[in-house]
């Protein structure tokens, strides 16, 4: 839309921008910022709420870099998405976590769409409301998606609203998943995690030499054992000097919600996502406790990500403990996700689909 009407008030969308090389856009009104990286995975980069001046989402050591103008030394399956992890919101699809197989695929880690260029369309320009439709074919499978990225004035919920379609003429399985992370200076040890309840379930085996939580245990949020035996309450977030790193995976949650807050600072983050879609949400911990390859002790954050799937062994694993998605050829499966920014200083006691936050402060 090169000759859009521009606008310096009121709700704003623009597709126009170039960050490092990637095509960019940008959503704001007045309380909210959304920085879109079209040409690589349609990434969210930023999310800011603009009253406290906070970017919820985290950012990794190395930030954004252009696929198209960066050659890896080697093909492994896992390293070439992380030379290009940025941080930020991933949309996660065909498969979830670490690189599988599935038939003659070879996917690589959280293979395909957030490495891709995608397709921009602004759909809606008002100073009321602003709409941009991001769209995507995967090549390694049929699939189809599309996003459409809402916000309305004086609103500080993001709108997120998705459609999945399987283009093929066979039945094809997918893992999809919001993969968010969070970190400093919003993350902090005044964190707090609110969710409306279910079953906190560790990763089911060691997997780095800093994991703290006991492999396997199962028990109702937000009670977990250490791999000291001794108990852990996940819904508080510690400091980097605790040097974990670890997974759980959270399932049965009687609504679709989660909402983290600084208390210090007051301010938090939320996102309400449909269940019958994103079954599992997985919390990913990397306290301080990410040595070697690639984060070398120098990253704090926490991923909160609604998935349909887990663990996060990729594709066929999900295949094989039937957690993955199976299409049928033309089969549409719709999900609505809102994000939202809120001021307190206790945490939440509810989120409705619409992003409607209720707070312990009320």
């Not at 126009?16 to 920085?35: D, F, H, P, Q």
């Not at 094809?172 to 079953?199: N, Q, R, T």
């Amino acid at each position: 839309m090169h000759y859009q009407l521009e606008r310096n008030h009121g709700c704003r969308v623009s597709d126009a921008w170039t960050y490092r090389g990637l095509k960019t856009a940008i959503l704001e009104n007045e309380l909210l910022r959304v920085v879109i990286l079209v040409d690589k995975g349609a990434d969210i980069y930023q999310l800011v709420h603009k009253p406290t001046d906070t970017d919820f989402l985290w950012r990794s050591p190395w930030g954004v870099r252009d696929p198209r103008a960066f050659m890896a030394t080697t093909g492994s399956p896992t390293n070439v998405w992380l030379d290009v992890y940025e941080g930020g919101w991933q949309t996660v699809l065909p498969g979830g976590g670490f690189p599988s197989v599935y038939g003659e695929a070879d996917m690589g880690l959280h293979a395909e769409v957030n490495t891709m260029p995608w397709d921009a369309v602004i759909v809606e320009d008002t100073p009321e409301r602003v709409s941009i439709r991001l769209s995507v074919r995967t090549y390694r499978t049929p699939f189809f998606f599309e996003k459409t990225l809402s916000l309305s004035s004086g609103s500080a919920v993001l709108e997120i609203d998705q459609v999945l379609t399987n283009e093929g003429e066979e039945p094809v399985h997918c893992v999809w998943g919001e993969h968010i992370a969070l970190g400093p200076p919003f993350l902090s040890e005044d964190c707090v995690i609110d969710v409306p309840g279910g079953k906190v379930m560790n990763h089911h085996e060691v997997f780095h030499p800093n994991n703290r939580l006991k492999p396997g245990f199962e028990g109702p949020w937000p009670w977990v054992e250490s791999a000291d035996g001794s108990r852990f309450d996940l819904s508080k977030v510690p400091s980097k000097e605790v040097r974990s790193y670890d997974q759980s995976y959270i399932t049965d949650m009687p609504a679709g919600w989660y909402a983290i807050t600084n208390r210090k600072r007051g301010v938090g983050f939320g996102v309400a996502f449909p269940t019958d879609v994103y079954r599992y949400l997985w919390y990913w911990q990397s306290l301080g406790g990410g040595y070697g390859h690639p984060w070398y002790g120098r990253t704090y954050n926490i991923g909160l990500e609604p998935f349909t799937s887990y663990t996060n062994e990729g594709l066929q694993k999900a295949i094989e403990n039937d957690t993955a998605l199976l299409l049928q050829p033309e089969q549409r499966v719709e999900a609505s996700v809102r994000a939202v920014a809120f001021e307190s200083s206790s945490g939440v006691d509810s989120i409705t689909p619409e992003g409607s936050v209720t707070t312990k402060d009320d």
